[in-house]
Protein backbone atom coordinates (compact mmCIF):
# COMPACT_ATOMS: atom_id res chain seq x y z
CA UNK A 1 0.00 0.00 0.00
CA UNK A 2 1.24 3.35 -1.07
CA UNK A 3 2.19 5.55 1.46
CA UNK A 4 3.43 9.01 2.42
CA UNK A 5 5.31 10.30 5.20
CA UNK A 6 5.82 13.56 6.02
CA UNK A 7 8.54 15.22 8.46
CA UNK A 8 10.31 18.68 9.31
CA UNK A 9 7.57 20.58 10.54
CA UNK A 10 7.32 22.54 13.47
CA UNK A 11 7.16 25.72 15.24
CA UNK A 12 9.18 28.66 14.09
CA UNK A 13 9.95 32.23 14.27
CA UNK A 14 8.57 34.47 11.97
CA UNK A 15 11.10 35.73 9.02
CA UNK A 16 12.48 32.07 9.53
CA UNK A 17 12.64 28.56 6.92
CA UNK A 18 12.32 25.24 7.03
CA UNK A 19 12.07 22.13 5.25
CA UNK A 20 9.69 19.75 4.93
CA UNK A 21 10.27 16.34 3.41
CA UNK A 22 7.61 13.49 2.21
CA UNK A 23 9.22 10.11 2.01
CA UNK A 24 7.07 7.71 -0.54
CA UNK A 25 6.62 3.37 -0.22
CA UNK A 26 5.71 1.10 -1.73
CA UNK A 27 4.54 3.20 -4.92
CA UNK A 28 6.45 1.10 -7.00
CA UNK A 29 9.96 0.83 -9.25
CA UNK A 30 11.69 3.87 -10.49
CA UNK A 31 9.76 4.71 -13.94
CA UNK A 32 6.91 4.18 -12.16
CA UNK A 33 7.51 6.69 -9.60
CA UNK A 34 8.75 9.42 -12.14
CA UNK A 35 5.51 8.98 -14.03
CA UNK A 36 3.20 10.82 -10.80
CA UNK A 37 2.61 14.48 -10.22
CA UNK A 38 3.70 15.68 -6.71
CA UNK A 39 2.09 18.55 -4.62
CA UNK A 40 2.41 20.42 -1.46
CA UNK A 41 -1.07 21.26 -0.23
CA UNK A 42 -1.83 23.46 3.42
CA UNK A 43 -5.11 23.87 5.76
CA UNK A 44 -5.34 26.10 8.10
CA UNK A 45 -7.78 25.85 11.06
CA UNK A 46 -11.33 26.57 9.90
CA UNK A 47 -10.12 27.27 6.27
CA UNK A 48 -10.25 25.20 3.07
CA UNK A 49 -6.93 22.84 2.19
CA UNK A 50 -5.42 24.94 -0.20
CA UNK A 51 -2.44 24.06 -3.19
CA UNK A 52 1.00 25.32 -2.38
CA UNK A 53 3.13 24.16 -4.82
CA UNK A 54 2.90 21.32 -7.68
CA UNK A 55 5.52 19.71 -10.24
CA UNK A 56 3.99 17.77 -12.70
CA UNK A 57 5.38 14.68 -14.59
CA UNK A 58 7.37 17.00 -17.11
CA UNK A 59 9.33 18.67 -14.51
CA UNK A 60 6.89 21.93 -14.70
CA UNK A 61 6.01 23.87 -11.39
CA UNK A 62 3.08 25.94 -10.40
CA UNK A 63 2.86 28.30 -7.49
CA UNK A 64 -0.52 28.67 -5.33
CA UNK A 65 -1.49 32.30 -5.93
CA UNK A 66 -0.50 32.99 -2.08
CA UNK A 67 2.96 31.21 -2.36
CA UNK A 68 5.12 32.43 -5.05
CA UNK A 69 8.71 33.34 -4.69
CA UNK A 70 8.74 31.58 -0.97
CA UNK A 71 8.45 28.14 -1.36
CA UNK A 72 10.50 25.91 -3.74
CA UNK A 73 9.95 22.15 -4.42
CA UNK A 74 12.14 19.24 -4.94
CA UNK A 75 12.40 15.78 -5.93
CA UNK A 76 15.17 13.54 -5.13
CA UNK A 77 14.09 10.37 -7.36
CA UNK A 78 16.66 7.65 -6.12
CA UNK A 79 15.10 8.28 -2.81
CA UNK A 80 11.81 8.58 -3.81
CA UNK A 81 11.32 12.02 -1.49
CA UNK A 82 9.81 15.38 -1.81
CA UNK A 83 11.07 18.09 -0.05
CA UNK A 84 9.59 21.84 0.20
CA UNK A 85 11.84 24.49 1.38
CA UNK A 86 9.84 28.08 3.02
CA UNK A 87 11.56 31.02 3.36
CA UNK A 88 10.73 34.36 4.96
CA UNK A 89 8.02 32.56 7.26
CA UNK A 90 4.90 34.53 8.56
CA UNK A 91 2.19 33.80 10.55
CA UNK A 92 -0.35 33.28 7.98
CA UNK A 93 2.05 30.09 6.57
CA UNK A 94 0.52 28.57 10.12
CA UNK A 95 -1.62 25.32 8.51
CA UNK A 96 -0.91 21.72 8.55
CA UNK A 97 0.79 21.19 5.45
CA UNK A 98 0.27 17.93 3.01
CA UNK A 99 2.21 16.15 0.51
CA UNK A 100 0.04 14.41 -2.45
CA UNK A 101 1.62 12.08 -5.13
CA UNK A 102 -1.08 12.16 -8.37
CA UNK A 103 -1.50 10.46 -11.71
CA UNK A 104 -3.62 10.31 -14.67
CA UNK A 105 -6.50 13.35 -14.33
CA UNK A 106 -5.13 14.85 -10.93
CA UNK A 107 -2.15 16.12 -13.02
CA UNK A 108 -2.18 19.12 -14.20
CA UNK A 109 -2.84 21.78 -12.13
CA UNK A 110 -3.01 22.45 -8.23
CA UNK A 111 -7.71 22.24 -8.32
CA UNK A 112 -6.94 18.86 -9.78
CA UNK A 113 -4.72 17.11 -7.38
CA UNK A 114 -7.34 18.54 -4.83
CA UNK A 115 -10.88 17.38 -6.50
CA UNK A 116 -9.77 13.99 -8.31
CA UNK A 117 -9.20 12.34 -5.19
CA UNK A 118 -9.60 9.42 -6.29
CA UNK A 119 -5.90 9.54 -8.41
CA UNK A 120 -4.26 10.97 -5.49
CA UNK A 121 -2.01 9.89 -3.01
CA UNK A 122 -2.16 11.69 0.49
CA UNK A 123 0.32 11.91 3.42
CA UNK A 124 -0.91 12.38 7.33
CA UNK A 125 0.19 15.84 7.05
CA UNK A 126 2.66 17.77 9.10
CA UNK A 127 1.63 20.97 11.72
CA UNK A 128 3.90 24.18 10.75
CA UNK A 129 3.34 27.25 13.35
CA UNK A 130 4.80 30.44 12.46
CA UNK A 131 4.75 32.91 15.53
CA UNK A 132 5.39 36.67 15.16
Known sequence: QVQLVESG???VQAGGSLTLSCVVSDIGPQPIYSGYCWGWFRQAPGKER????????DGRTTYGDSVKGRFT???DNAKKSLYL???SLKPEDTAMYYCAAGWDLACGTLASMLVRDEY???GQGNQVTVSS
Open 9 to 11: GGS
Open 50 to 57: EGVILIDT
Open 120 to 122: TYW
Open 85 to 87: RIN
Open 73 to 75: ISK
